[in-house]
């Protein structure tokens, strides 16, 4: 069973950076796809970017609330899946979580479309 490990959370004030990082416990884990999700106190849970690993490597969707700001990558050499951070509002205060997909869909932004889950990292951004 692959399990998904976040890191790179904490507190920041706004306008600053992170960088989280998924690193999957099977080195030959290969995912169609892997994604970053959020989830506020009181709120759904929340897609925010998806990277397509085969068949089209490098394929990515973000979601608009974070277009411009958020960045996801993927070290295939580590299995190590990345989300940078930029400009952080006090409202991307979350927990945030890293997801892959052993089959393919073509619904990225919808959590059933991820059958492994991190456990989830605490993004706190302070005003």
């Known amino acids: 069973q692959v399990q998904l490990v976040e890191s790179g959370g904490g507190l920041v004030q706004a306008g600053g950076s992170l960088r989280l990082s998924c690193a999957a416990s099977q080195r030959t884990f290969s995912p169609y796809h892997m994604g970053w999700f959020r989830q506020a106190p009181g709120k759904e849970r929340e897609f925010l970017a998806s990277i397509q690993i085969t068949p089209i490597s490098g394929r990515v969707t973000y979601a608009g609330s974070v277009q411009g700001r958020f960045a996801i990558s993927r070290a295939n050499a580590e299995n190590t899946l990345y989300l940078q951070m930029n400009s952080l509002k006090p409202e991307d205060t979350a927990v945030y979580y890293c997801?892959?997909?052993?089959?393919?869909?073509?619904?990225?932004?919808?959590?059933?479309?991820?059958?492994?889950w991190g456990q989830g990292t605490q993004v706190t951004v302070s005003s």
């Open positions: 997801a892959a997909s052993s089959t393919y869909s073509s619904k990225v932004e919808m959590q059933y479309a991820y059958d492994y």
